[in-house]
């Protein structure tokens, strides 16, 4: 038999999950799809990928959400940048995946932040010779992935060059990513992200404006 009291905590524990932002409806099949595309991005850099649309947190994009939604668990120690840490992203991450928000940069396996992030890309973890993935994940929220195509990418996983538009970045990124690359194997990857589209840059690939 259960007292009124026994009853108050399951109450309590509804109450408090009232704002939650969701999470995928079928966590097995949609992170599965939404990883397949993170790799791709990875793997063909330059390309445009595409998340089904959905709810996500203030001030974070749909794609941003749903990756971390994919590729975070207990495992994954996740570094947020202040401006789009909020206490409704912390909640729905916490409890849709488990992970450990971690208050250095250098400590996490994946990084939420926008392009205007202070320092540059050697404050994430670099990994190391000997193990080159023990390095951060970087996702970074742009303006959007489709304007003007003033970059060209070479390198792995391109036929020649390929011509991308990255609004937002402001005029360090170059030598960052330049930077990042002359450190491999050593460096981190990183996953642009804009609404629902998403784009990878990898640390081997070559960036000239």
Known sequence: MTTNNESRPSVTSALSLAGLCAGFDD??????????????ALSEPGTLQTVPVSDAPERINIASYQLCLALLDAETPLWIAPPLRTDA??????????????????QAEFALTSPDFDDDLSQFAQGSHEYPDRSTTLIVQVESLDATANWTL?????DGMRKVGIAGLDARWPAMLSDNRRRFPCGVDLLFTAG????????TTRVEI
Do not use: K, N, W, Y
């Open 27 to 40: 966590p097995v099949q949609q992170s599965q799809q939404v990883f397949r595309r993170a790799l791709t």
């Open 89 to 106: 992203l912390v909640s729905a991450l916490r409890f849709h995946c488990g992970c450990r928000i971690v208050d250095q940069p250098e």
């Open 154 to 158: 070479s390198g792995p996983g391109i």
């Open 196 to 203: 629902t589209g998403l784009m990878g840059l990898p640390r």
